[in-house]
């Protein structure tokens, strides 16, 4: 299931999850975490806690006397990377991307689970869609080729569309979605047909080519090597490391002992000449001696300390679920994780292994548990097909999406963009309800009201559909009809003319023949004898006589 901006896997935590969270907390009276300098991103509105402040370049929250000397190390790292970043970090997201996430990209999962992560763009999602409907009225999902064949007005990728859906790391096929424009999950890359995500050199530590679940571009995660290991004279400096954030961060030298160096890359690991260890430690057994916190081990005897954690020699047995002994750049020193999945053999995150939005991480909220998004954050937009609507749904804060119940949109249908219901018509199409299928006045109804346009008798409230209007009345006699301007829907006299409507003619010929003129309330007017009238032999004129005709005195034409 996927969705709109994610912030599964946040490098540091939000600062209304953490408030919320020290709120609980404090009021108990037994934990409060302590917030370190760039180890938090600003809010909503860029709102930091009290004695901090937001930097709108990056994003993150530094206390106020350290602010302009934190930005620019944050900035400004030695390299023209710093402000590469800041400037990509907006322009490769997309208008669609919160101006809040960009910092907040974290490492996703490990390689070998990506096809575990999140739903594929499905290919053949015939089970999904909805039948088509026809030309230009096809329902969200429905299968297309252009936007005119949606009622939507939207076709992309191959599916009626609640919108346009042209962005980078977005598509509107997802499978269990279709029709709805989501976010494609971390660590695919941008669909066909979409702008794609580009490869910066790993050295930069920037963007890797994927997609970052939040219609951006993921950058380097977080451990990912930026440089190459060395060794000499007995220290080693492991590689230098992405940080997560598009910053390459230095390692911390070593010593070997007792040990000595590998090559230029590193310390031997075991002992079998005496060229392998460092004077005075001789070769015995394999070993040189117990090696130092850091250095690499397979098992814990290895280790001076007597702790070998995340393949390396650990300061203590470091077995919390969001601890490590092999995080950044202090490899050997138990550490808590502030983004991304549990190290090592720890048990996952519940929900990430999905790929989903509500998938939860390690943060720096709490070194035992994983930290998980709440209600706020939609992992399921509100659709509507026919004329059943899906309320928008958020995450349960326990690593799953909320259910929501479907409901029925009542008399009416759901609107053209498949995400609410109408909440009046008008159009006959928009009524859902058998019992009311006609559309009257923005209202679907039984029948129709005196005075709209109706096909048949069955259409009208009133069961008198007459000359395309209903009627209060069947308006039988020839010279009345019911759309008659400014009186629709009444019987009423017609004005100056002939019957219409397949009504009888008036009767009569020449001058004297009838015809209606609003006066006669719905019969024909004939001329009477102030008429005067050829008789038809044209040898003398005679008067109308009120009923068509033409007559002398003697009522007979000669």
Known sequence: MMTSPSRRRLPTIAVATLLALVGGLSGAGCYGPSIQDGTLSCASGDRCPHGFTCRTEVHLCYRKAADAAAAETMLDSGTDA????????????????????????????APDMAPDMAPDIAPDMAPDVAPDSGGGARGLGSSCDADSQCASGACADGVCCQSACTGRCEAC???????????????????????????????????????????????????????????????????????????????????????????????FDSGTTP??????????????????????????????????????????????????????????????????????????????????????????ASPTDCTYPGSDVTCLPASCSGATFTARTGCTGAGSCATAAPMSCGDFTCNAGGTSCLSACTADNQCASAARPYCDGGACVSGRSNGARCGSAGECASHQCVDGFCCNGACQLPCQACDVANHAGTCWPVANGAPYGGRAACGGAGDCAGYCNNLSSGQCFYPDSRTSCACPNGVVNGTCNSMGHCQTVATICL
């Open 275 to 364: 060229s392998q260890c460092q004077a005075p430690n001789a070769c015995v057994s394999g070993s040189c001696g117990l090696k130092s916190n850091g250095a690499g081990c397979a098992q814990s005897s290895e280790c001076a300390s007597n702790h070998c954690v995340d393949a390396v020699c650990c300061n203590e047995t470091c077995t919390e679920k969001c601890k490590a002994c092999d995080v950044g750049t202090s490899p050997g020193t138990c550490t808590q994780v502030t983004s991304g999945p549990p190290h090592g053999a720890r048990s996952p995150c519940a929900g990430s292994g999905s790929g989903g939005t509500c998938g939860g991480s390690c943060s720096a």
């Open 82 to 109: 710093g402000a590469e970043r800041a400037s990509d970090s907006g322009q490769e997201r997309g208008p669609d991307a919160s101006p809040d996430t960009a910092p907040d990209v974290a490492p996703d999962v």
């Open 173 to 267: 096929n997802l499978q269990g979605s279709p029709g709805s424009c989501l976010a494609v999950a971390a660590g695919l890359a941008s669909p066909n047909g979409h702008p794609a995500c580009p490869t910066d050199p790993v050295e930069t530590c920037m963007r890797d080519g994927t997609c970052d679940g939040n219609r951006g571009c993921r950058l380097r995660r977080a451990g990912t090597a930026c440089g190459s290991a060395s060794c000499s004279g007995g220290t080693t400096t492991p590689a230098p490391k992405c940080d997560g954030l598009g910053a390459c961060q230095p390692s911390v030298p070593r010593a070997c002992a007792p040990y000595a160096c590998n090559g230029n890359v590193g310390c």
